[in-house]
């Protein structure tokens, strides 16, 4: 039923197409990462997030991607994540499976967005995934070894994409998922926070990329979680002035937006952008 182009390949192919979520609704209800735990008293002030998070759409659109909005509900407060509500795979589009009880059920509304813009897409069964634990980089698909990741779905994307190396990357899971605390930039060049990641998989990483350490500081304030639209532009926070600084002296330009309200939620650009089609 596809008739509208899809794929991704990798992190950083230019971004063509893109799911977003208005944070209409945002609030820390239940804090389900140590992010959301520091800032539960003061939480979020929601025209200040409306506000950054159209600042984004607004950047977005300028470098010619074209944005689509899933239609907000006030029964998700962390809806605005896009990432984890699902993810793309070469032509496959997944609707992730979520693990948190907060969160299930945004799954549908991708669904009925999905359908009704005639997307085919895939179903996770048999376990619990969400996007922020899967990053892809042409044949290798690294997905991060987190309580929101089963090993059983790890195993149904193995059967589907036999011709990828699968790299189940282990890490300290009270930073939630993978793309927090490492991301590829290039096919040489990766932003990580190598502290939480295990040793063995570090070394890993080291053989296939040129790693970009990000400090415990600026990992709080997430600058591993950038997002590429490819040609070398990275969207980032100005706020991370070390992190953004090395990036550009990797050989990158830096699109700085300022996205402070809805990181206290514990995700930033790759968090809340679903990337459906790189070319």
Same mark, same amino acid.
């Given at each position: 039923m596809n008739t509208t182009s899809t794929g991704c390949r990798t992190e950083y192919d230019p971004l063509q197409t893109v799911l977003l979520c208005e944070p209409l609704y945002m609030k820390i209800e239940e804090a389900i990462n140590d992010t959301q735990e520091h800032y539960k008293e003061e939480n979020i002030d929601v025209d200040k997030a409306i506000e950054q998070h159209k600042n984004l759409v607004h950047a977005?659109?300028? =470098? *010619?991607? #074209? !944005?689509?909005?899933?239609? %907000?509900?006030?029964?998700?407060?962390?809806?605005?994540? +896009?990432?984890?509500?699902?993810?793309?795979?070469?032509?496959?589009?997944?609707?992730?499976?979520?693990?948190?009880?907060?969160?299930?059920?945004?799954?549908?509304?991708?669904?009925?967005?999905?359908?009704?813009?005639?997307?085919?897409?895939?179903?996770?069964?048999?376990?619990?995934? =969400? *996007?922020? #634990? !899967?990053?892809?980089?042409? %044949?290798?698909?690294?997905?991060?070894?987190?309580?929101? +990741?089963?090993?059983?779905?790890?195993?149904?994307?193995?059967?589907?994409?036999?011709?990828?190396?699968?790299?189940?990357?282990?890490?300290d899971e009270k930073y939630l998922h993978l793309d927090c605390v490492f991301n590829p930039l290039s096919r040489d060049v990766a932003l990580i926070y190598r502290d939480a990641i295990e040793a063995e998989a570090v070394k890993k990483l080291e053989q296939q990329y040129h790693l970009i350490d990000v400090s415990e500081e600026e990992q709080f304030t997430l600058a591993t979680n950038v997002l590429s639209i490819g040609n070398k532009k990275i969207v980032a926070l100005p706020l991370n002035k070390h992190t953004n600084q090395k990036i550009k002296e990797a050989g990158f330009s830096i699109i700085e937006v300022d996205l402070s309200e809805i990181i206290k939620s514990g995700g930033a650009f790759r968090c809340v952008t679903m990337p459906l089609y790189r070319s």
């Open positions: 977005l659109k300028a =470098e *010619g991607v #074209d !944005v689509h909005l899933l239609q %907000a509900k006030e029964v998700f407060p962390e809806q605005v994540f +896009t990432r984890d509500i699902g993810f793309t795979i070469d032509k496959t589009i997944y609707v992730g499976a979520l693990k948190r009880s907060i969160r299930q059920g945004e799954e549908k509304v991708l669904k009925e967005f999905l359908m009704e813009n005639d997307y085919s897409f895939k179903e996770i069964r048999g376990g619990t995934i =969400e *996007g922020g #634990d !899967v990053i892809i980089d042409g %044949a290798h698909i690294f997905v991060g070894d987190s309580s929101r +990741t089963s090993t059983l779905t790890v195993d149904q994307l193995r059967k589907d994409h036999p011709h990828h190396q699968i790299h189940l990357i282990h890490f």
